[in-house]
Every structure is written in structure tokens, then in C-alpha cells.
């Protein structure tokens, strides 16, 4: 079966330090990866989304940036991190093909900058 | 694009009493309809979803959903409340614009009181 890691769980950083989440799907190929983020326990905006290695979309201009650097493998990161990026951080993937498939979400990161 | 609007920030029922939260959708095209349930701290944990075929779809943990497509609504139903149903509740849509992603819906919390 398909399973989906998120780390760290929670995550405490000063303003200005760099920031590294990693997500990493088992049982599966070539899916699509996502990175969501979470703002004050409500919404959902998509940060990220990527169709296959080295190929990355992004939806918002922002301080963060993703990377691909295996099939399964999915990255967020930033040089220096601001107030505002403090959310949950949500990994989710799908099937490449099926549009009927829906996201399969990691347990989260909780990031607070301060 | 696609959307979705959830027009109740909070519902209030009591344990053994049927629940309904509330979701109309706006896309062009055959929607692709998806409800997911989130717990403090967790990932979203996917529902039900509605692609073609039978309006009424039945998913996980007793909820069901109807698709009304004459009043663009997809409302998630059970006929049972629990309190262990209370938790932040979204639909969503599929964006076939990017990617296979989700485009989510603001939320609902539900709050079943015993």
C-alpha cells in the first residue's frame, strides 16, 4: 500500500535561517507531489505542485521554493525564512494519471518562525 | 476557475442527531468533488467524492454526500452525529487546469455536543 512521510513533525526557527521539509511517498511511481500550506488552522493554498522530477509549478509568488530531486522525493524549502511563513505545512500526492484519484495528505510540519 | 464555497464557518448538532454541512461549487464542465475531514494537528483524511453515476455517495465512517448539479451544491451528510465527528471539514474541487490539483473550500468545523 501507498503511504506518505512529512519531517520534521513540528518545527521552531528564527527569522532569517534557512528552512528544509522533505516528503517522501512508498508504494508508488511517478505521482504527483504537492505542497499545501496552511494558514491559522483554516484554509488550503497550494504552494507547489510537480508532474515528475525536476518539474516544478508554482502558484504563488512567495519566500519559498520546491524541489524534485527523485520520483519520490519532494522538498520545500527557503534561504531565509520571514514571520509569515509560520503555517502547517501539508504534502499530499495523487496518481499522475486518473482524475479521479484524490490527494493523499502527510501528516504535516508545524512551523513557527519567530 | 473552479471553486468551491463552504458558507457556514461552524456547525452546531447534537449527538444522535443528523448533520449536514454545506458546499456549492462552481466550475465549467463536469465537476469532480471531493470531502475531506481534518483533526487538530493531522493531515486531511480523505471522505468521499463524487465523479459520475448515483448522486448520493456514501464514504468513510458513515458519511454520505449528494450531488445536486441544478443547485451546484455537494453537501455532506450523516444520519447519526457523533461527538468524535467534530473536526474541520472541507470540500473540494478538481482544478483540470493544473495539474490534477484541489482547489479547497474554507472550511467547516463541526462540533457535535453530547
Known amino acids: 500500500s501507498q503511504t506518505i512521510h512529512q519531517w520534521p513533525a513540528t518545527l521552531v526557527q528564527p527569522v532569517g535561517s534557512p528552512l528544509s521539509l522533505e516528503c517522501t511517498v512508498e508504494?508508488?511511481?511517478?505521482?504527483?507531489l504537492y505542497w499545501y500550506r496552511q494558514a491559522a488552522g483554516r484554509g488550503l493554498q497550494l504552494l507547489f505542485y510537480?508532474?515528475?522530477?525536476?518539474?516544478i509549478s508554482s502558484e504563488v509568488p512567495q519566500n519559498l521554493s520546491a524541489s524534485r530531486p527523485q520520483d519520490r522525493q519532494f522538498i520545500l524549502s527557503s534561504k531565509k525564512l520571514l514571520l509569515s511563513d509560520s503555517g502547517f505545512y501539508l504534502c499530499?500526492?495523487?496518481?499522475?494519471?486518473?482524475?479521479?484519484?484524490?490527494?493523499?495528505f502527510g501528516n504535516g510540519t508545524r512551523l513557527t518562525v519567530t | 476557475a473552479q471553486s468551491v464555497a463552504q458558507p457556514e464557518d461552524q456547525v452546531n448538532v447534537a449527538e444522535g442527531n443528523p448533520l449536514t454541512v454545506k458546499c456549492t461549487y462552481s466550475?465549467?464542465?463536469?465537476?469532480?468533488l471531493f470531502w475531506y475531514v481534518q483533526y487538530p494537528n493531522r493531515g486531511l483524511q480523505f471522505l468521499l467524492k463524487?465523479?459520475?453515476?448515483?448522486?448520493l455517495v456514501k464514504g468513510s465512517y458513515g458519511f454520505e454526500a449528494e450531488f445536486n448539479k441544478s443547485q451546484t451544491s455537494f453537501h455532506l451528510k450523516k444520519p447519526s452525529a457523533l461527538v468524535s465527528d467534530s473536526a474541520l471539514y472541507f470540500c473540494?474541487?478538481?482544478?483540470?487546469?493544473?495539474?490534477?490539483?484541489?482547489?479547497f473550500g474554507a472550511g467547516t468545523i463541526l462540533r457535535v455536543k453530547s
Open positions: 463524487y465523479i459520475t453515476g448515483d448522486n
Open positions: 473540494a474541487v478538481r482544478d483540470w487546469e493544473y495539474g490534477n490539483k484541489l482547489v
Open positions: 510537480s508532474v515528475g522530477i525536476g518539474q
Open positions: 499530499a500526492w495523487n496518481p499522475l494519471v486518473g482524475g479521479s484519484s484524490p490527494l493523499h
Open positions: 508504494g508508488t511511481s511517478n505521482p504527483n
Open positions: 466550475v465549467s464542465g463536469n465537476p469532480y
